[in-house]
């Protein structure tokens, strides 16, 4: 029989951080209390970045640590999806420009649908690529809003040759109320700490995770990896010691350089795990929610040549300071800046256009003439070199993992933008072709001609009456990438 397990593992953590003191110099007239939060960082989106953008880009890395790995089913998880009623796995799988004929399904609904949409793969056994991404918004000067953190982490499940064997999962489904967003409200609403605590954190995790390791015949002392989610790194100390799990076997919580960051915050911490762990170890994950979702692994041979490019680590080490409370507020849109009388215009989105250029929109896909071997975005009837002009010789070219360099851009502070000012520009690609497009993650004055670029899915813009995200690729600095 074939293990079951776990091919590859991949987490995206947005570039910018906020400096949490930040946040406590600004409402600290309100909630003196706030200072006892005060030290590092949370992750935070920049204007074009939702849960879909980062599940992308989690995605992009999982499936560049496996070449060939081909997914039956594609399930995203998340809270915070851009849209209620459209599929939003569907839109991760064209962008990463899978094909058609697959499964997708979304999760939501609870901080545990990550790990649930995990579980289901693992039982589940088919090639399945799981993204769970969250991008929470909390109140103004509230601790929740010091305490979290915005990311996405991607899984690749399967019977090919994984780094971690599935051993067993069990879960636990209790309607305990620690906190609750309502339909169609915007933040929490959280319970008092320690009654959370007391009544329900340390009295659900401990016997869901006893229960696990008795199916598996495990003790407490045998895992090396132990990883508690969603309770932070104090809580999850006492868990841990009700459990008789040694303190050294506990994971990072990533609380102080990260944030929690909700669904994706276990696959998160496993990862980090997984990036570091040695052949035949073991893992014990358990992630509190409503209940207590738990699973165990144990590593196999394979991981030793398993490596990931972009590890939690050197994306922690990378991020770029950002101390601007108001522009972080304004990026969350919990406060309404006036952009002037250009910004008023209405931004209806052509449906039926989109649909006729969804393949290139979404999966960046461009064509490669068979004549001349020239490229070009769009793809086009003709061939856009003049020395060939072939008429209905191209074929598909994916541009999204293509790297160029800038050939023009201008930064303009009177074109309408949510992060002023908008940069656009042509890119020539290293292997032929120039488009002209948006720039993302450079900050004004660090364009220049010949800079390094790469490819990343990012909202082009919404649509404030009917609340639709256009989405397209944008050419970010290749630099932060080689960083990480």
Same mark, same amino acid.
């Given at each position: 029989?074939?293990?079951?397990?776990?091919?590859?593992?991949?987490?995206?953590?947005?570039?910018?951080?906020?400096?949490?003191?930040?946040?406590?110099?600004?409402?600290?007239?309100?909630?003196?209390?706030?200072?006892?939060?005060?030290?590092?960082?949370?992750?935070?989106?920049?204007?074009?970045?939702?849960?879909?953008?980062?599940?992308?880009?989690?995605?992009?890395? +999982?499936?560049?640590?496996?070449?060939? /790995?081909?997914?039956?089913?594609?399930?995203?998880?998340?809270?915070?999806?851009?849209?209620?009623?459209? %599929?939003? !796995?569907?839109?991760?799988?064209?962008?990463?420009?899978?094909?058609?004929?697959?499964? +997708?399904?979304?999760?939501?609904? /609870?901080? &545990?649908?990550?790990?649930?949409?995990?579980?289901?793969?693992?039982?589940?056994?088919?090639?399945?690529?799981?993204?769970?991404?969250?991008?929470?918004?909390?109140?103004?000067?509230?601790?929740?809003?010091?305490?979290? &953190?915005?990311?996405?982490?991607?899984?690749?499940?399967?019977?090919?040759?994984?780094?971690?064997?599935?051993?067993? %999962?069990?879960?636990?489904?209790?309607?305990?109320?620690?906190?609750?967003?309502? !339909?169609?409200? *915007?933040?929490?609403?959280?319970?008092?700490?320690?009654?959370?605590?007391?009544?329900?954190?340390?009295?659900?995790?401990?016997?869901?995770?006893?229960?696990?390791?008795?199916?598996?015949?495990?003790?407490?002392?045998?895992?090396?990896?132990?990883?508690?989610?969603?309770?932070?790194?104090?809580?999850?100390?006492?868990?841990?010691?009700?459990?008789?799990?040694?303190?050294?076997?506990?994971?990072?919580?990533?609380?102080?350089? +990260?944030?929690?960051?909700?669904?994706?915050?276990?696959?998160?911490?496993?990862?980090?795990?997984?990036?570091?762990?040695?052949?035949?170890?073991?893992?014990?994950?358990?992630?509190?929610?409503?209940?207590?979702?738990?699973?165990?692994?144990?590593?196999?041979?394979?991981?030793?040549?398993?490596?990931?490019? @972009?590890?939690?680590?050197? *994306?922690?080490?990378?991020?770029?300071?950002?101390?601007?409370?108001?522009?972080?507020?304004?990026?969350?849109?919990?406060?309404?800046?006036?952009?002037?009388?250009r910004a008023e215009r209405d931004n209806r989105t052509a449906l039926s256009a989109f649909n006729r250029h969804r393949k290139a929109v979404t999966g960046f896909i461009g064509g490669l003439c068979t004549a001349c071997g020239?490229?070009?975005?769009?793809?086009?009837?003709? +061939?856009?070199?003049?020395?060939?002009?072939?008429?209905?010789?191209?074929?598909?070219?994916?541009?999204? @993992?293509?790297?160029?360099?800038?050939?023009?851009?201008?930064?303009?502070?009177?074109?309408?933008?949510?992060?002023?000012?908008?940069?656009?520009?042509?890119?020539?690609?290293?292997?032929?072709?120039?488009?002209?497009?948006? /720039?993302?993650?450079?900050?004004?004055?660090?364009?220049?001609?010949?800079?390094?670029?790469?490819?990343? /899915?990012?909202?082009?813009?919404?649509?404030?009456?009917?609340?639709?995200?256009?989405?397209?690729?944008?050419?970010?600095?290749?630099?932060?990438?080689? !960083?990480?």
């Amino acid at each position: 029989m074939l293990d079951t397990g776990i091919i590859s593992i991949a987490a995206y953590l947005p570039r910018l951080r906020l400096a949490r003191q930040a946040i406590v110099n600004a409402n600290k007239w309100a909630n003196p209390a706030l200072a006892s939060l005060a030290k590092g960082h949370r992750t935070i989106c920049t204007h074009d970045e939702d849960s879909l953008t980062m599940g992308v880009e989690a995605g992009r890395n +999982c499936m560049a640590a496996t070449p060939g /790995f081909s997914a039956d089913l594609v399930q995203f998880a998340s809270t915070t999806a851009p849209f209620a009623d459209r %599929a939003n !796995a569907v839109i991760l799988a064209e962008a990463l420009a899978l094909p058609a004929d697959l499964r +997708c399904a979304d999760f939501a609904g /609870f901080q &545990g649908c990550g790990v649930t949409a995990l579980i289901d793969a693992l039982e589940n056994g088919r090639p399945t690529l799981t993204v769970a991404a969250d991008k929470r918004v909390a109140r103004v000067a509230s601790a929740q809003e010091l305490t979290l &953190g915005h990311g996405a982490a991607a899984v690749a499940t399967g019977t090919r040759n994984p780094i971690a064997r599935f051993v067993v %999962a069990h879960c636990t489904s209790v309607d305990f109320v620690d906190h609750y967003r309502a !339909a169609k409200a *915007q933040t929490d609403y959280l319970l008092e700490e320690r009654w959370v605590r007391d009544e329900g954190h340390i009295k659900l995790a401990p016997a869901a995770i006893k229960a696990v390791l008795q199916k598996a015949a495990w003790q407490a002392g045998d895992a090396d990896h132990v990883i508690i989610a969603g309770v932070g790194r104090n809580v999850a100390r006492q868990i841990a010691d009700l459990c008789a799990i040694a303190p050294d076997r506990l994971a990072d919580t990533l609380d102080a350089s +990260c944030g929690e960051t909700g669904s994706a915050h276990a696959l998160i911490m496993l990862c980090h795990v997984l990036e570091r762990a040695a052949p035949g170890q073991k893992i014990l994950l358990a992630n509190v929610a409503q209940g207590c979702q738990t699973l165990l692994l144990e590593t196999t041979d394979a991981i030793a040549a398993w490596k990931s490019d @972009h590890t939690v680590r050197q *994306q922690l080490d990378s991020g770029v300071e950002d101390e601007n409370y108001l522009r972080f507020l304004s990026f969350s849109e919990q406060i309404d800046v006036d952009w002037g009388v250009r910004a008023e215009r209405d931004n209806r989105t052509a449906l039926s256009a989109f649909n006729r250029h969804r393949k290139a929109v979404t999966g960046f896909i461009g064509g490669l003439c068979t004549a001349c071997g020239a490229r070009q975005f769009p793809k086009g009837q003709y +061939c856009v070199n003049p020395e060939c002009r072939q008429s209905d010789a191209l074929v598909d070219e994916p541009f999204q @993992h293509k790297t160029g360099t800038v050939k023009s851009y201008t930064e303009d502070w009177l074109a309408v933008t949510t992060n002023p000012p908008l940069r656009y520009g042509n890119v020539s690609f290293d292997d032929g072709g120039v488009i002209m497009m948006e /720039f993302s993650d450079f900050e004004p004055g660090q364009l220049a001609v010949g800079t390094p670029v790469r490819c990343v /899915f990012r909202i082009k813009d919404r649509d404030p009456r009917r609340r639709f995200h256009r989405y397209f690729w944008k050419a970010a600095p290749l630099s932060m990438m080689k !960083a990480r």
